[in-house]
């Protein structure tokens, strides 16, 4: 289950709200906590599979996943 990497994330303690930006531009501070993270590909692959529609996961907004989906659609 996905609970390890949860526990290990660098978002852990954080305030959650810096995670769910109300515009991409305020995404930054968060995509910036995703890229000391030693779980962001394993955070990443879940919002992906889950199709999380809101925040920053892996390092990604909503519309950096959807791309990411798109673009693996096209090599499968």
């Keep these: ?5 949860r526990e290990l994330g660098a978002c852990r303690g954080l305030d959650p709200e810096v995670f769910f930006p109300e ?4 995404a930054e501070v968060a995509k910036d906590i995703c890229l000391t993270c030693d779980v962001r590909i394993a955070c990443l692959e879940h919002a992906l599979n889950s199709r999380e529609k809101v925040g920053v996961w892996g ?4 519309r950096e996943r959807r791309r990411i989906i798109r673009q693996r659609r096209r090599t499968a």
Excluded at 23 to 26: K, L
Excluded at 59 to 62: N, S
């Design 23 to 26: 515009t991409e531009e305020d």
């Design 59 to 62: 390092g990604t907004t909503e």
């Design 1 to 5: 289950m996905d609970v390890v990497w």
